[in-house]
């Protein structure tokens, strides 16, 4: 076994370590399965998705890239609060999945991914942003198909609330999430990320000016 860092986006600045190894059958899976297809190959994105509009809440979530190695697949989230007041998180991004016509794709959300890989568990933790603070996050599931009588789903379309309870927003993805007919999908927490250099920076007020002085 060997570890591969997978490094998901420019401003999310969190640093994902997957344990990456050869394929194998699902415990619980049919004891002779094979896969039936290769792993698609799915390199890192070059490019982010478009940002987000900023929600009422005053929030945007966005994709920040898929890293990929032997059909292990991680998928960057970052939240930005756009508003103006500190923005509470605790806990794990809220997902659903849809498909290509809209339909629910039915999956196991797994907080963490300790059935799936390992390096993704750490617990939540209180995070409070100031206005234009980030936090970023994880989605990490397999591509495998292991079941020939099981079709594969792909979820093309993705909800994700900051935590549930809270209003979920649509995603833009840069491409689909190939979960092959594994049926399960883990998360990771919320983590505060660190200022990115390409951030804007923050306007420095004016300088105090001198009144001018009235002649005698």
């Known amino acids: 076994m ?6 998901i986006g420019a401003l999310s600045g969190v640093t994902l370590m997957a344990a990456c ?5 699902p415990a619980d899976g049919p004891p002779d399965a ?19 509009t900023c929600s009422p809440e005053g929030i945007a979530i966005t994709e920040r890239g898929v890293s990929a190695a032997m059909g292990l697949r991680a998928m960057g989230l970052e939240l930005v609060n756009c508003g103006d007041r500190p923005y509470e998180l605790r806990g794990y991004p809220a997902v659903a999945l ?10 196991r959300i797994l907080p963490g991914a300790k059935p799936i890989t390992s390096g993704f568990d750490a617990p939540p933790t209180r995070i409070v ?3 234009g ?15 020939a009588t099981v079709p594969a789903t792909n979820g093309t379309e993705l909800d994700v609330a900051p935590i549930g309870g809270r209003p979920a927003y649509p995603v833009a993805l840069s491409g689909p999430i190939d979960l092959g007919n594994t049926g399960r999908l883990g998360v990771s927490a919320w983590k505060r990320s660190k200022p990115s250099a390409d951030a804007p920076t923050p306007a420095a007020p004016p300088s105090p000016t001198t009144p001018p002085v009235n002649p005698l």
């Open 2 to 7: 060997r570890r591969t860092a997978l490094l």
């Open 21 to 25: 190894a050869p394929a194998q059958r």
């Open 34 to 52: 094979l896969s039936t297809a290769p792993p698609r190959p799915a390199p890192l994105t070059a490019e982010p998705t478009p940002a987000a």
């Open 98 to 107: 849809r498909d290509a016509d809209g339909d629910p794709v039915t999956v």
């Open 129 to 131: 942003l100031a206005p």
């Open 133 to 147: 603070e980030r936090a970023g996050a994880a989605l990490i599931w397999r591509n495998l198909v292991t079941d």
